[in-house]
């Protein structure tokens, strides 16, 4: 059974930083492309930032550009997003997910991922 667990969600102030981590079992992790997706009270769903199998960036979504970081540790089966710098707007759930390899996907739209996690959430201060 697949299962990714997403963790470091908080409330804190404008400016500040936290760093999200997503843990998964039960897949072999570095097969699969890896994003962070986040989901406002009252809106859709949106694509934060995706990764590679092998640890490239995919996607950034303009309004995280030059604030926030993915990465992967694939040994640890464990994906990261590092978010800086941390506005009231950036206020969400935030849930990762896993696309194995192979068919269309959009990091955007969060279309075509196999996987998705519970969620963790992040509230921004100002």
């Known amino acids: 059974q697949v299962q990714l667990v997403e963790s470091g969600g908080a409330l804190v102030q404008a400016g500040g930083s936290l760093r999200l981590s997503c843990t998964g079992s039960?897949?072999?992790?570095?097969?699969?492309?890896m994003g962070w997706f986040r989901q406002a009270p009252g809106k859709q769903r949106e694509g934060v930032s995706c990764i590679t199998n092998t640890g490239s960036t995919a996607y950034n979504a303009d309004s995280v550009k030059g604030r926030f970081t993915i990465s992967r540790d694939n040994a640890k089966n464990t994906l990261y997003l590092q978010m800086n710098s941390l506005k009231p707007e950036d206020t969400a759930m935030y849930y990762c997910?896993?696309?194995?390899?192979?068919?269309?996907?959009?990091?955007?739209?969060?279309?075509?991922?196999?996987?998705w996690g519970q969620g963790t959430q992040v509230t921004v201060s100002s």
């Open positions: 039960g897949l072999t992790f570095d097969d699969y492309a």
């Open positions: 997910a896993a696309k194995s390899s192979g068919g269309p996907y959009s990091c955007s739209a969060g279309f075509g991922f196999d996987y």
